[in-house]
């Protein structure tokens, strides 16, 4: 395709998943586009595993500028790529594929997203910071990734399995001041903690009064965050509100790992408030 008629074409994209049907980014990306006056269309595709090669060979063809990958194809649509990005490949996970002309590369747009809506809507400046990360899976090794880029003092990875937790530790030693430790020994660290990021799935609706540890663990007046936003306000950060920490919902990293794909695809400023509009209404 010459240059001239890729810039009359609409602009594709869309979310691979499965389950994909209460998928926020069609109606987020939709909006990007129309307040940026891209056309174009971004699209849910039920895929299923055994599918997944076939499907990444038709963005290719069909000449899609890109897709998000969602679960549980994060890991093996790695597989399917021309490129990794540096992040994407410490973190093991792919949620953005950007396609330059045939030439697929993934990126892991996460971590860093959520640590921009961290920055935006919490804590400004994460250098030199003590942040205690409850859960060791994928969501928290995006986060404690981007997070170690920011230079904090310390992080503290606390899971239910203290090996996985030790074992992500040692891996990233390089990184940064990482620590591991079980669940039961955060309280040690909570102490000493600025921040408390629970990235488990604990409290996610329908149990919504679960908790992934005692709230009345947490100090006084820090910052706790969550990034589980249905409900919007979990338990675990009804419990700090109460005690007179600043808190701070997954919605944020939600749409800010969207603006980053957003960006990464179009070279565009996202407009975040147009997507953050735009998944408020889908959420009815
Ligand atoms: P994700 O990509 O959402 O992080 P994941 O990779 O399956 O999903 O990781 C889930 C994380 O939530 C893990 O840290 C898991 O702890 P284990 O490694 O011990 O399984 C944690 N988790 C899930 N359910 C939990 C529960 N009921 N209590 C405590 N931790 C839980």
């Not at 055994?50 to 069909?62: K, T």
Request: proline share 5%; aromatic share 6%.
């Amino acid at each position: 395709m010459n240059d001239q008629e890729k810039d009359k074409l609409p602009l594709l994209l869309g979310v691979i998943g499965d389950p994909i049907i209460h998928s926020k980014s069609p109606a987020m990306h939709e909006a990007a586009m129309k307040a940026c006056g891209l056309a174009g269309s971004y699209l849910p595709f039920h895929v299923k595993s055994e599918r997944l090669e076939e499907a990444l060979q038709g963005i290719g063809a069909l000449g899609f500028r890109g897709i998000n990958v969602t679960v549980p194809h994060k890991l093996e649509v790695m597989k399917y790529l021309d490129r990794i990005d540096e992040g994407a490949r410490y973190i093991g996970a792919v949620n953005t594929v950007v396609n330059d002309g045939g030439t697929l590369t993934g990126y892991n747009t996460d971590g860093i997203g959520y640590i921009r809506s961290l920055k935006e809507e919490a804590v400004p400046d994460l250098t030199g910071k003590t942040v205690v990360v409850l859960g060791a899976g994928g969501a928290a090794r995006g986060i404690i990734y981007a997070l170690l880029l920011e230079r904090p003092a310390h992080v503290i990875v606390a899971n239910r399995s203290a090996d996985k937790a030790n074992e992500l530790a040692a891996e990233w030693a390089d990184l940064g001041r990482l620590s591991g430790c079980g669940m039961g020994e955060a309280a040690e660290y909570l102490q000493a903690a600025d921040i408390v990021i629970n990235t488990t799935s604990v409290g996610m609706y329908p149990h919504v009064q679960d908790t992934p540890i005692d709230p009345d663990l947490l100090p006084e007046g820090i910052v706790v965050s969550d990034l589980i936003y249905n409900p919007l306000k979990t338990e675990l950060l009804r419990r700090a509100e109460l005690k007179g920490c600043t808190i701070h919902s997954g919605l944020g990293m939600f749409i800010y790992q969207g603006a980053y794909a957003f960006e990464r695809w179009t070279g565009l400023p996202a407009p975040v408030g147009a997507m953050r509009a735009a998944v408020m209404a889908s959420m009815g």
